[in-house]
């Protein structure tokens, strides 16, 4: 996973560099808005929204920030994935 920060968005990519899925958001003070999970059609079903969303999730966490989770695909994991539903506040 990276930061695309001058994009607004966080990119998982493939060995040779491709971007498979993002997911974006609007930075805040103290916490992020994540706005839309998207995969790319050809990686569809491989899992890698997922793994990306964890990734994210993990990274907020390790800095000490929340989210705001606009993207329906992140609220989806939040309901499966309780352990992470801490980092969520009201938008």
Do not use: W
């Not at 974006?24 to 491989?46: C, F, I, W």
């Not at 969303?53 to 994991?77: K, M, N, W």
């Amino acid at each position: 996973m990276v930061d695309n920060g001058s994009a607004h968005r966080f990119e998982a990519r493939t060995p040779d560099g491709e971007v498979a899925g993002v997911v974006n958001y609007l930075p805040r003070a103290d916490h992020l808005v994540l706005v839309h999970t998207e995969v790319k059609q050809e990686y569809d079903g491989q899992g890698i929204g997922s793994a990306l969303v964890r990734q994210v999730l993990d990274l907020v966490r390790a800095v000490g920030q929340r989210i705001v989770p606009q993207c329906p695909f992140i609220a989806s994991y939040l309901r499966r994935h309780p352990e992470y539903s801490d980092l969520a506040v009201a938008g």
